[in-house]
Protein backbone atom coordinates (compact mmCIF):
# COMPACT_ATOMS: atom_id res chain seq x y z
CA UNK A 1 0.00 0.00 0.00
CA UNK A 2 1.26 3.34 -0.89
CA UNK A 3 0.83 6.45 1.89
CA UNK A 4 0.70 9.92 0.81
CA UNK A 5 1.00 11.88 3.80
CA UNK A 6 0.37 16.17 4.28
CA UNK A 7 -0.48 18.58 6.47
CA UNK A 8 -1.00 22.04 7.55
CA UNK A 9 1.50 22.97 9.99
CA UNK A 10 4.77 22.54 7.80
CA UNK A 11 6.99 19.74 7.13
CA UNK A 12 8.68 20.16 10.61
CA UNK A 13 5.74 19.73 12.64
CA UNK A 14 5.86 17.22 15.50
CA UNK A 15 2.35 15.77 14.58
CA UNK A 16 3.56 15.22 10.77
CA UNK A 17 6.12 13.06 12.06
CA UNK A 18 4.28 11.37 14.81
CA UNK A 19 1.65 10.27 11.49
CA UNK A 20 4.33 9.45 9.16
CA UNK A 21 5.86 7.04 12.13
CA UNK A 22 2.50 5.14 12.19
CA UNK A 23 2.09 5.29 8.49
CA UNK A 24 5.33 3.36 7.95
CA UNK A 25 3.83 0.25 9.59
CA UNK A 26 1.14 0.01 7.21
CA UNK A 27 2.87 0.87 3.87
CA UNK A 28 5.13 2.45 1.67
CA UNK A 29 4.73 6.10 2.63
CA UNK A 30 5.58 9.46 0.76
CA UNK A 31 5.80 13.20 2.35
CA UNK A 32 4.96 16.17 0.93
CA UNK A 33 3.78 19.07 3.48
CA UNK A 34 4.06 23.07 3.21
CA UNK A 35 7.50 24.10 3.82
CA UNK A 36 5.87 26.39 6.48
CA UNK A 37 2.71 26.28 8.67
CA UNK A 38 -0.25 26.86 6.71
CA UNK A 39 -3.12 26.84 9.30
CA UNK A 40 -6.46 27.90 8.39
CA UNK A 41 -5.76 27.79 5.22
CA UNK A 42 -9.06 26.18 4.38
CA UNK A 43 -8.98 24.83 0.43
CA UNK A 44 -6.89 27.72 -0.77
CA UNK A 45 -4.68 26.60 -4.22
CA UNK A 46 -2.02 28.91 -5.82
CA UNK A 47 -3.96 30.44 -9.07
CA UNK A 48 -1.25 33.12 -10.66
CA UNK A 49 1.82 31.84 -8.02
CA UNK A 50 4.37 29.85 -9.02
CA UNK A 51 5.05 26.41 -7.12
CA UNK A 52 8.11 24.84 -5.88
CA UNK A 53 8.80 21.80 -4.61
CA UNK A 54 11.92 20.94 -2.45
CA UNK A 55 13.05 17.72 -1.55
CA UNK A 56 13.97 17.04 2.10
CA UNK A 57 15.59 15.17 4.31
CA UNK A 58 13.38 15.57 7.13
CA UNK A 59 12.52 11.97 7.64
CA UNK A 60 15.49 10.41 6.65
CA UNK A 61 15.27 7.55 3.72
CA UNK A 62 11.35 8.36 3.44
CA UNK A 63 10.59 10.53 0.48
CA UNK A 64 9.46 13.66 1.34
CA UNK A 65 9.05 16.80 -0.24
CA UNK A 66 8.85 20.61 1.06
CA UNK A 67 6.01 22.61 -0.65
CA UNK A 68 5.90 26.02 -1.29
CA UNK A 69 1.86 25.98 -1.46
CA UNK A 70 -1.08 25.14 0.68
CA UNK A 71 -2.47 22.21 1.59
CA UNK A 72 -4.61 21.30 -1.40
CA UNK A 73 -1.25 22.15 -3.32
CA UNK A 74 0.63 19.74 -1.92
CA UNK A 75 -2.01 16.91 -2.88
CA UNK A 76 -2.29 18.26 -6.69
CA UNK A 77 1.85 18.44 -6.27
CA UNK A 78 1.86 14.88 -5.56
CA UNK A 79 -0.38 13.66 -7.80
CA UNK A 80 0.35 16.20 -11.00
CA UNK A 81 4.32 16.50 -10.70
CA UNK A 82 5.54 13.28 -8.38
CA UNK A 83 3.59 11.07 -10.37
CA UNK A 84 2.33 9.74 -6.79
CA UNK A 85 -0.97 7.59 -7.05
CA UNK A 86 -1.27 6.73 -3.49
CA UNK A 87 -3.65 4.02 -1.96
CA UNK A 88 -4.35 6.18 0.70
CA UNK A 89 -3.95 9.37 1.68
CA UNK A 90 -3.16 10.90 5.07
CA UNK A 91 -3.66 14.31 6.92
CA UNK A 92 -2.12 15.50 10.22
CA UNK A 93 -2.08 14.62 12.71
CA UNK A 94 -2.98 18.32 13.20
CA UNK A 95 -1.75 20.84 16.23
CA UNK A 96 -5.25 22.19 17.29
CA UNK A 97 -8.86 20.78 17.01
CA UNK A 98 -11.30 20.85 13.41
CA UNK A 99 -14.76 20.50 14.92
CA UNK A 100 -17.90 22.02 14.21
CA UNK A 101 -17.62 24.27 11.11
CA UNK A 102 -13.84 24.41 11.46
CA UNK A 103 -13.64 21.91 8.77
CA UNK A 104 -14.12 24.52 6.27
CA UNK A 105 -11.12 26.69 7.81
CA UNK A 106 -8.95 23.59 8.17
CA UNK A 107 -6.17 22.70 6.47
CA UNK A 108 -5.58 19.76 7.32
CA UNK A 109 -8.90 18.56 6.09
CA UNK A 110 -8.49 20.49 2.92
CA UNK A 111 -6.07 18.16 1.89
CA UNK A 112 -8.27 15.01 2.74
CA UNK A 113 -10.88 16.47 0.40
CA UNK A 114 -8.65 17.28 -2.04
CA UNK A 115 -7.57 13.33 -2.20
CA UNK A 116 -11.25 12.43 -1.91
CA UNK A 117 -12.17 14.51 -5.20
CA UNK A 118 -9.14 12.44 -6.57
CA UNK A 119 -10.84 9.14 -5.78
CA UNK A 120 -8.49 8.17 -3.13
CA UNK A 121 -9.40 7.40 0.17
CA UNK A 122 -8.43 10.50 2.90
CA UNK A 123 -8.60 10.89 6.66
CA UNK A 124 -7.57 13.41 8.56
CA UNK A 125 -6.03 13.60 12.08
CA UNK A 126 -6.50 16.50 14.47
CA UNK A 127 -5.28 16.26 18.19
CA UNK A 128 -7.31 18.52 20.45
CA UNK A 129 -3.58 20.10 22.06
CA UNK A 130 -2.26 23.53 19.40
CA UNK A 131 1.03 23.52 21.32
CA UNK A 132 3.94 22.29 18.95
CA UNK A 133 5.08 20.30 21.77
CA UNK A 134 2.34 18.56 22.11
CA UNK A 135 2.35 14.33 23.18
CA UNK A 136 1.30 12.46 20.30
CA UNK A 137 1.97 9.27 22.14
CA UNK A 138 -2.27 8.29 22.34
CA UNK A 139 -2.65 10.06 19.02
CA UNK A 140 -0.48 7.44 17.64
CA UNK A 141 -2.33 4.60 18.81
CA UNK A 142 -5.79 6.03 17.65
CA UNK A 143 -4.31 6.75 14.50
CA UNK A 144 -3.21 2.97 14.25
CA UNK A 145 -6.36 1.52 15.38
CA UNK A 146 -8.24 3.30 12.66
CA UNK A 147 -5.38 2.55 10.17
CA UNK A 148 -6.50 -0.98 11.15
CA UNK A 149 -9.47 -0.94 10.56
CA UNK A 150 -9.30 0.77 7.04
CA UNK A 151 -6.80 -2.05 5.91
CA UNK A 152 -9.38 -4.43 6.61
CA UNK A 153 -12.74 -2.98 5.33
CA UNK A 154 -11.34 -0.08 2.58
CA UNK A 155 -13.61 2.98 3.40
CA UNK A 156 -15.14 5.05 0.52
CA UNK A 157 -13.01 7.00 -1.35
CA UNK A 158 -15.32 9.80 -1.75
CA UNK A 159 -15.83 10.12 1.61
CA UNK A 160 -12.85 11.90 3.89
CA UNK A 161 -13.25 11.25 7.28
CA UNK A 162 -12.45 14.28 10.31
CA UNK A 163 -11.02 12.33 13.25
CA UNK A 164 -10.42 14.52 16.34
CA UNK A 165 -8.31 13.14 19.22
CA UNK A 166 -8.89 14.37 22.47
CA UNK A 167 -5.91 15.64 24.35
CA UNK A 168 -5.90 12.56 26.65
CA UNK A 169 -3.52 9.85 27.99
CA UNK A 170 -4.58 6.67 26.40
CA UNK A 171 -6.59 5.06 28.72
CA UNK A 172 -8.64 7.97 29.61
CA UNK A 173 -9.79 8.03 26.02
CA UNK A 174 -13.60 6.53 26.47
CA UNK A 175 -13.73 5.17 23.13
CA UNK A 176 -14.96 5.88 19.43
CA UNK A 177 -17.94 8.12 18.73
CA UNK A 178 -19.06 8.68 14.62
CA UNK A 179 -20.29 12.11 14.79
CA UNK A 180 -21.86 14.62 13.20
CA UNK A 181 -20.38 18.05 12.71
CA UNK A 182 -22.25 20.27 15.40
CA UNK A 183 -23.60 23.65 14.54
CA UNK A 184 -21.84 26.48 16.52
CA UNK A 185 -20.07 29.83 15.10
CA UNK A 186 -17.34 31.61 15.79
CA UNK A 187 -17.37 35.25 17.80
CA UNK A 188 -14.91 37.26 16.00
CA UNK A 189 -13.06 38.94 18.34
CA UNK A 190 -10.43 41.57 16.86
CA UNK A 191 -8.12 42.92 19.26
CA UNK A 192 -6.98 46.35 17.66
CA UNK A 193 -3.23 47.81 17.46
CA UNK A 194 -1.66 50.92 16.76
CA UNK A 195 1.71 49.94 14.58
CA UNK A 196 4.75 52.20 15.00
CA UNK A 197 3.44 54.73 12.40
CA UNK A 198 -0.15 55.13 14.65
CA UNK A 199 -2.15 52.87 11.75
CA UNK A 200 -4.80 50.51 12.64
CA UNK A 201 -3.89 46.92 12.96
CA UNK A 202 -5.94 43.99 13.88
CA UNK A 203 -4.99 40.45 15.47
CA UNK A 204 -8.06 37.61 14.95
CA UNK A 205 -8.99 36.34 18.15
CA UNK A 206 -12.33 34.39 17.33
CA UNK A 207 -13.94 32.07 20.23
CA UNK A 208 -16.16 29.15 19.51
CA UNK A 209 -19.76 29.24 20.30
CA UNK A 210 -21.74 25.85 20.07
CA UNK A 211 -25.43 26.23 18.68
CA UNK A 212 -25.88 22.54 19.28
CA UNK A 213 -26.33 20.72 23.11
CA UNK A 214 -27.30 16.88 20.89
CA UNK A 215 -25.02 13.79 21.97
CA UNK A 216 -24.47 12.60 18.43
CA UNK A 217 -21.79 15.86 17.20
CA UNK A 218 -18.21 15.84 17.22
CA UNK A 219 -18.18 18.47 20.26
CA UNK A 220 -19.97 16.27 22.42
CA UNK A 221 -17.90 13.33 21.51
CA UNK A 222 -14.51 15.45 22.57
CA UNK A 223 -16.29 17.23 25.36
CA UNK A 224 -16.73 13.68 26.65
CA UNK A 225 -13.08 12.35 25.77
CA UNK A 226 -14.49 10.29 22.99
CA UNK A 227 -12.77 10.10 19.75
CA UNK A 228 -14.81 11.94 17.07
CA UNK A 229 -14.97 9.98 13.68
CA UNK A 230 -16.70 12.29 11.31
CA UNK A 231 -17.31 11.42 7.35
CA UNK A 232 -17.60 14.21 5.15
CA UNK A 233 -19.01 15.36 1.99
CA UNK A 234 -17.64 16.73 -1.50
CA UNK A 235 -21.04 18.10 -2.79
CA UNK A 236 -21.82 21.03 -1.03
CA UNK A 237 -25.30 21.03 -2.59
CA UNK A 238 -27.72 21.50 -0.03
CA UNK A 239 -30.45 18.93 -1.49
CA UNK A 240 -33.14 19.12 0.82
CA UNK A 241 -33.67 22.45 0.23
CA UNK A 242 -34.13 22.53 -4.04
CA UNK A 243 -37.93 22.43 -4.07
CA UNK A 244 -37.24 25.57 -1.73
CA UNK A 245 -36.17 27.54 -4.74
CA UNK A 246 -38.23 25.72 -7.24
CA UNK A 247 -40.27 29.47 -6.83
CA UNK A 248 -37.57 31.52 -8.81
CA UNK A 249 -37.30 29.18 -11.79
CA UNK A 250 -38.28 30.75 -14.69
CA UNK B 1 -32.13 47.33 4.17
CA UNK B 2 -28.20 47.10 5.11
CA UNK B 3 -26.26 45.46 2.69
CA UNK B 4 -22.31 43.86 2.97
CA UNK B 5 -20.79 43.69 -0.78
CA UNK B 6 -17.74 41.63 -0.57
CA UNK B 7 -16.11 39.77 -3.84
CA UNK B 8 -12.56 37.98 -4.09
CA UNK B 9 -11.01 39.46 -7.41
CA UNK B 10 -10.20 42.68 -5.26
CA UNK B 11 -11.79 45.44 -4.86
CA UNK B 12 -11.10 47.75 -8.02
CA UNK B 13 -12.37 44.46 -10.09
CA UNK B 14 -14.93 45.53 -12.35
CA UNK B 15 -17.27 42.92 -11.37
CA UNK B 16 -17.73 43.97 -7.38
CA UNK B 17 -18.75 47.89 -9.28
CA UNK B 18 -21.77 45.69 -11.19
CA UNK B 19 -22.53 44.07 -7.99
CA UNK B 20 -22.37 47.50 -6.11
CA UNK B 21 -24.57 49.16 -8.35
CA UNK B 22 -27.03 46.60 -8.40
CA UNK B 23 -27.35 46.40 -4.74
CA UNK B 24 -27.89 50.19 -4.26
CA UNK B 25 -31.15 49.66 -5.64
CA UNK B 26 -31.85 47.72 -3.10
CA UNK B 27 -30.50 49.18 0.40
CA UNK B 28 -27.65 51.13 2.11
CA UNK B 29 -24.84 49.09 0.48
CA UNK B 30 -21.31 48.76 2.61
CA UNK B 31 -18.21 47.18 1.24
CA UNK B 32 -15.54 45.29 2.34
CA UNK B 33 -13.11 43.68 -0.09
CA UNK B 34 -9.50 42.52 -0.68
CA UNK B 35 -7.40 44.64 -1.56
CA UNK B 36 -5.69 42.57 -4.02
CA UNK B 37 -7.00 39.29 -5.64
CA UNK B 38 -7.55 36.66 -3.92
CA UNK B 39 -8.99 34.41 -6.44
CA UNK B 40 -8.78 30.54 -5.42
CA UNK B 41 -8.35 31.46 -1.47
CA UNK B 42 -10.84 28.80 -0.61
CA UNK B 43 -12.09 29.15 2.77
CA UNK B 44 -8.72 30.30 3.95
CA UNK B 45 -8.67 32.64 7.02
CA UNK B 46 -5.16 35.29 8.41
CA UNK B 47 -4.32 32.81 11.33
CA UNK B 48 -1.22 34.63 13.50
CA UNK B 49 -1.29 37.53 10.53
CA UNK B 50 -2.47 40.93 11.55
CA UNK B 51 -4.98 42.06 9.35
CA UNK B 52 -5.23 45.72 8.10
CA UNK B 53 -8.69 47.98 6.92
CA UNK B 54 -7.82 50.70 4.59
CA UNK B 55 -10.77 53.06 3.68
CA UNK B 56 -11.47 53.76 -0.08
CA UNK B 57 -13.14 56.20 -2.02
CA UNK B 58 -13.36 53.49 -5.24
CA UNK B 59 -17.32 53.52 -4.73
CA UNK B 60 -17.27 57.36 -4.03
CA UNK B 61 -20.20 58.24 -1.50
CA UNK B 62 -20.66 54.51 -0.19
CA UNK B 63 -18.59 53.51 2.24
CA UNK B 64 -15.73 51.12 1.23
CA UNK B 65 -13.06 49.89 2.67
CA UNK B 66 -10.25 47.62 1.43
CA UNK B 67 -8.91 44.83 3.90
CA UNK B 68 -5.37 43.37 3.43
CA UNK B 69 -6.93 39.60 4.23
CA UNK B 70 -9.08 36.84 2.64
CA UNK B 71 -12.74 36.92 1.52
CA UNK B 72 -13.72 35.31 4.57
CA UNK B 73 -11.94 37.53 6.57
CA UNK B 74 -13.29 40.62 5.24
CA UNK B 75 -16.66 39.35 5.99
CA UNK B 76 -14.97 38.73 9.48
CA UNK B 77 -13.60 42.10 9.86
CA UNK B 78 -16.83 43.95 8.68
CA UNK B 79 -19.05 42.41 11.98
CA UNK B 80 -16.32 41.87 14.07
CA UNK B 81 -14.59 45.19 13.58
CA UNK B 82 -17.36 47.83 11.54
CA UNK B 83 -19.76 46.75 13.65
CA UNK B 84 -22.39 45.41 10.65
CA UNK B 85 -25.22 43.52 10.80
CA UNK B 86 -26.30 43.53 7.18
CA UNK B 87 -29.81 41.49 6.27
CA UNK B 88 -27.75 40.47 3.20
CA UNK B 89 -24.42 39.86 2.08
CA UNK B 90 -23.59 39.70 -1.61
CA UNK B 91 -20.50 38.43 -3.09
CA UNK B 92 -18.82 39.18 -6.39
CA UNK B 93 -19.68 38.98 -9.51
CA UNK B 94 -17.09 36.68 -9.91
CA UNK B 95 -14.99 37.10 -13.04
CA UNK B 96 -15.30 33.05 -14.06
CA UNK B 97 -17.53 29.96 -13.08
CA UNK B 98 -17.64 28.43 -9.62
CA UNK B 99 -19.51 25.28 -10.43
CA UNK B 100 -18.84 21.85 -9.39
CA UNK B 101 -16.08 21.14 -6.91
CA UNK B 102 -15.25 24.99 -7.84
CA UNK B 103 -17.15 25.70 -4.61
CA UNK B 104 -14.07 24.31 -2.35
CA UNK B 105 -11.74 26.55 -3.88
CA UNK B 106 -13.57 29.77 -4.64
CA UNK B 107 -13.20 33.03 -2.55
CA UNK B 108 -16.12 34.07 -4.13
CA UNK B 109 -18.20 31.38 -2.06
CA UNK B 110 -15.92 31.70 1.14
CA UNK B 111 -17.68 35.09 1.64
CA UNK B 112 -20.97 34.02 1.21
CA UNK B 113 -20.21 30.54 3.34
CA UNK B 114 -19.00 32.83 6.09
CA UNK B 115 -21.85 34.92 5.94
CA UNK B 116 -24.34 31.96 5.96
CA UNK B 117 -22.24 30.82 9.31
CA UNK B 118 -23.29 34.15 10.86
CA UNK B 119 -26.84 33.93 10.07
CA UNK B 120 -27.06 36.24 7.28
CA UNK B 121 -28.75 35.54 3.83
CA UNK B 122 -26.08 35.46 1.28
CA UNK B 123 -25.45 35.00 -1.96
CA UNK B 124 -22.32 34.66 -4.35
CA UNK B 125 -22.37 34.96 -8.11
CA UNK B 126 -20.00 34.23 -10.94
CA UNK B 127 -19.96 35.41 -14.36
CA UNK B 128 -18.57 32.63 -16.72
CA UNK B 129 -16.13 35.04 -18.27
CA UNK B 130 -12.66 34.85 -16.55
CA UNK B 131 -11.57 38.59 -18.31
CA UNK B 132 -10.82 41.54 -16.24
CA UNK B 133 -12.63 43.31 -18.88
CA UNK B 134 -15.66 41.04 -18.65
CA UNK B 135 -19.16 42.71 -19.61
CA UNK B 136 -21.43 42.25 -16.70
CA UNK B 137 -24.59 43.75 -18.47
CA UNK B 138 -26.15 40.99 -18.37
CA UNK B 139 -24.95 39.48 -15.48
CA UNK B 140 -26.16 43.04 -13.39
CA UNK B 141 -29.79 42.13 -15.21
CA UNK B 142 -30.18 38.76 -13.24
CA UNK B 143 -28.27 39.92 -10.00
CA UNK B 144 -31.79 42.07 -9.99
CA UNK B 145 -34.33 39.56 -10.70
CA UNK B 146 -32.64 37.30 -8.20
CA UNK B 147 -32.53 40.21 -5.63
CA UNK B 148 -36.45 41.10 -6.47
CA UNK B 149 -36.55 37.62 -5.46
CA UNK B 150 -35.21 37.70 -2.52
CA UNK B 151 -36.97 41.21 -1.56
CA UNK B 152 -39.99 39.40 -1.68
CA UNK B 153 -39.42 36.49 -0.27
CA UNK B 154 -36.25 36.26 1.80
CA UNK B 155 -34.22 33.24 1.65
CA UNK B 156 -33.24 31.40 4.35
CA UNK B 157 -30.11 32.46 6.08
CA UNK B 158 -28.63 29.46 6.93
CA UNK B 159 -28.57 28.16 3.07
CA UNK B 160 -26.15 30.51 0.98
CA UNK B 161 -26.80 30.69 -2.64
CA UNK B 162 -24.68 29.91 -5.23
CA UNK B 163 -25.49 31.76 -8.99
CA UNK B 164 -23.35 31.18 -11.85
CA UNK B 165 -24.48 33.14 -15.12
CA UNK B 166 -23.40 31.85 -18.13
CA UNK B 167 -21.72 34.29 -20.40
CA UNK B 168 -24.23 35.59 -22.76
CA UNK B 169 -26.24 38.43 -23.90
CA UNK B 170 -29.26 38.74 -22.08
CA UNK B 171 -31.53 37.89 -25.04
CA UNK B 172 -29.94 34.59 -25.53
CA UNK B 173 -30.20 33.76 -21.35
CA UNK B 174 -32.67 30.70 -21.26
CA UNK B 175 -33.99 31.37 -18.09
CA UNK B 176 -33.24 30.20 -14.50
CA UNK B 177 -32.22 26.16 -12.89
CA UNK B 178 -32.45 25.46 -9.27
CA UNK B 179 -29.41 22.95 -9.79
CA UNK B 180 -27.35 20.71 -7.65
CA UNK B 181 -23.27 20.44 -7.65
CA UNK B 182 -22.34 18.34 -10.45
CA UNK B 183 -19.41 15.76 -10.09
CA UNK B 184 -16.26 16.56 -11.40
CA UNK B 185 -12.55 17.15 -10.90
CA UNK B 186 -10.11 19.04 -11.99
CA UNK B 187 -7.28 16.95 -13.92
CA UNK B 188 -3.90 18.47 -12.76
CA UNK B 189 -1.47 19.64 -15.03
CA UNK B 190 1.46 21.15 -14.35
CA UNK B 191 4.19 23.20 -16.74
CA UNK B 192 7.61 22.82 -15.29
CA UNK B 193 9.87 25.58 -15.74
CA UNK B 194 13.92 26.25 -14.67
CA UNK B 195 14.38 29.44 -13.15
CA UNK B 196 17.30 31.56 -14.01
CA UNK B 197 19.19 30.17 -10.99
CA UNK B 198 18.66 26.46 -12.85
CA UNK B 199 16.31 25.24 -10.56
CA UNK B 200 12.60 23.93 -11.75
CA UNK B 201 8.92 25.56 -10.41
CA UNK B 202 5.45 24.76 -11.06
CA UNK B 203 2.31 26.63 -13.03
CA UNK B 204 -0.57 24.77 -12.08
CA UNK B 205 -3.12 24.66 -15.10
CA UNK B 206 -5.60 22.06 -13.91
CA UNK B 207 -8.48 21.40 -16.99
CA UNK B 208 -11.67 20.68 -15.62
CA UNK B 209 -13.09 17.14 -16.12
CA UNK B 210 -16.91 16.10 -16.08
CA UNK B 211 -17.87 12.72 -14.40
CA UNK B 212 -21.92 13.84 -14.28
CA UNK B 213 -23.98 13.52 -17.29
CA UNK B 214 -27.15 14.22 -15.46
CA UNK B 215 -29.72 17.20 -16.68
CA UNK B 216 -29.69 19.07 -12.80
CA UNK B 217 -26.61 20.09 -12.62
CA UNK B 218 -25.02 23.00 -12.27
CA UNK B 219 -22.69 22.07 -15.60
CA UNK B 220 -25.38 21.36 -17.40
CA UNK B 221 -27.59 24.21 -16.40
CA UNK B 222 -24.59 26.33 -17.94
CA UNK B 223 -23.66 24.34 -21.10
CA UNK B 224 -27.23 24.80 -21.76
CA UNK B 225 -27.32 29.00 -21.74
CA UNK B 226 -29.23 29.02 -18.03
CA UNK B 227 -28.37 30.49 -15.09
CA UNK B 228 -27.34 28.24 -12.47
CA UNK B 229 -29.07 28.71 -8.57
CA UNK B 230 -27.35 25.83 -6.47
CA UNK B 231 -27.99 26.00 -2.78
CA UNK B 232 -25.39 25.20 -0.15
CA UNK B 233 -24.64 23.59 2.76
CA UNK B 234 -22.70 24.72 5.65
CA UNK B 235 -22.86 20.94 7.34
CA UNK B 236 -20.14 19.17 5.84
CA UNK B 237 -21.44 16.00 7.52
CA UNK B 238 -22.08 12.90 5.45
CA UNK B 239 -24.84 12.14 7.04
CA UNK B 240 -26.07 9.42 4.61
CA UNK B 241 -22.79 7.64 6.11
CA UNK B 242 -22.90 8.12 9.39
CA UNK B 243 -24.37 4.51 9.31
CA UNK B 244 -21.34 2.92 7.65
CA UNK B 245 -18.58 3.76 10.12
CA UNK B 246 -20.41 2.36 13.01
CA UNK B 247 -18.55 -1.21 12.73
CA UNK B 248 -15.86 1.60 14.00
CA UNK B 249 -17.42 2.77 17.29
CA UNK B 250 -16.24 1.42 20.37
Known amino acids: MRILVCNDDGITARGLRALVEVAQEFGEVVVVAPDRPQSGMGHAISIGVPLRLYPSREFGDIPAWACSGTPADCVKLATGVLGERPDLLLSGINHGANFSISVFYSGTLSAAIEGAFEGIPSIGFSLLNYSMEADFTAAQAIV ?14 HVPLNVNIPNL ?4 I ?23 YGQPYYWMVGRFESQDTDTDTDLWALEKGYVSVCPLLIDLTAHSYLHHWEMIRR
Do not use: N
Open 144 to 157: REILLLQAGQPFPA
Open 169 to 172: PLPE
Open 174 to 196: QGIRITRQAKGRFVEQFEERIDP
